[in-house]
Each structure stands twice: as structure tokens, then as C-alpha cells.
């Protein structure tokens, strides 16, 4: 059986998915540790990348091409824009990815990659720009879990930064561009390798903060990170349910 890739940028971020784990296998792959273990009965293979998008894409294309995975889970934490209805400790699942760094700051405005003609990823006949989907099988499913067991969880357009927002004005620019609820610093890059792939992508993250002027103190990341691997937790048991014997309303891959 394929395993299923778990990726974060911190070990605070997978250190839940790692204690739950059985069969624990310490590795290295091209300058990456990670670990293989099982989840149930799903083997996994988890590792911290490191944060920002050189290290996250780097660690995506390096695992995928070692493990080859059924899926990528991306996880970790991020930073509610507000009117998303969002909080700290809730959960968001991806429906895209926006990379909001790519383009070209003029005098007079920024043009994104769709603007000056330049896609950051073709295959086949399509070509992406700033917008990446993700998953979208992957991502029903985990809204189905989360109905099923009552925890609220909302589907919508992530942002990628590599600077993140410090003040509300940035944020609500950002949210208004994007249609976004969210931003963190790594999804999108893997997002993106996964796009290349053509590899499933879920991306679930954890609400630590929201994104205002910036005020650490208001931030609660461990509470973000737990509801996260709980709920990543909670995603991998069903796909180790078999489909004839489960009564949930959730399918099974």
C-alpha cells in the first residue's frame, strides 16, 4: 500500500501525529529527516520541512519522489483574515492555494503572473498562474468528516506569503484580492509540486492567530496545531475503515 506524506514546517506541528504513531522508522532523504511509521493501519511517512516555500517544495519533491505517496497532507498553522468568519483553534481545509508573492511591483501597481503572461506551473494544456487548486475529492471528504463529527471546519481559498501579514490593512488587502479566509507560508509551494505530480493534495491547518497588527501575545499555537493533527488524525482512521463494514456517511478511498 502507498503511504500517505504528512508535511509541516515545525515539529511542533506534527509532534501529536508522531506520539499517536506505531512502528516508528527515523530516515533521511536528500538532506531531509522524516519518519516512517504507521496510523492504524496506514503506513505514513511524516517530515518537518522547515518554514517558508524553498524549504516545503524542496521536501515535497524530494518525498515524493522516494515514497511515492497515495496523498499529501499539508498541515500546520495560519492566520484567520478577518470577515472569514475564522477563529483561533478553528480548522480550514484548501480549496486553492494563492501564491501572493509572484509578480511585479510597478510604480503604480502589482501585476500578478496572469497579468505579465508568465504561468508558474503548465502541464498537459493548462496553465497556473497565482491560483492553484488542490484536491477537490480530498477536501469533500474531510468536510463530510468534519459534519460527521460535528467539528466545524470551513473550506476556502488559502494565501501563501513569504513576508506575512503584520497589520489588518495588509490583510484585508490580501483577503480581498484572493477571496481568501487565511494565509501561511508553505501550502502553496506544495501545493504546487503536488500540482507537477499529479498527486491528491489535502491541506488542513489550525487557526493561531488572526491577522491584524501583530501582537504575539494574542496568538495561541499550540491550540491551533493540536486541532489540526486531531483532525488529520481523525482523516487517516477513515481511510483505514473498510468501506463494506463502516456506517459512516464519509466515504472511503
Known sequence: MKPVFIIAAVPQETVLLEQ??????????????????????????????GVGKINAASATSAMIERIKPRVVISTGCAGAYRGSGLSIGSLAVASHECLADEGVQTSLEWLDMRQIGLPTLTRGMTSYYNELPLAKHAAEKAMQLADYYGVPL???????????????????????????????????AVAQVCLRYGIDCLEIRGISNLVEERNMKNWDIPRAVEAAQRFVLKYIEEMDRPAQSTAHKVTTE
Open 20 to 49: 499517536t504513531a506505531c512502528h516508528i522508522n527515523r530516515k533521511r532523504s536528500v538532506g531531509f529527516e522524516y519518519v516512517e511509521a504507521t496510523l492504524g493501519s496506514i503506513p505514513v511517512a511524516i517530515c518537518v520541512s
Open 154 to 188: 470551513t473550506r476556502g481559498r488559502f494565501v501563501t506569503v513569504s513576508t506575512c501579514s503584520g497589520s489588518e490593512q495588509r490583510g484585508e488587502q490580501l483577503a480581498r484580492q484572493y477571496g481568501a479566509i487565511c494565509e501561511n507560508m508553505e501550502g502553496g
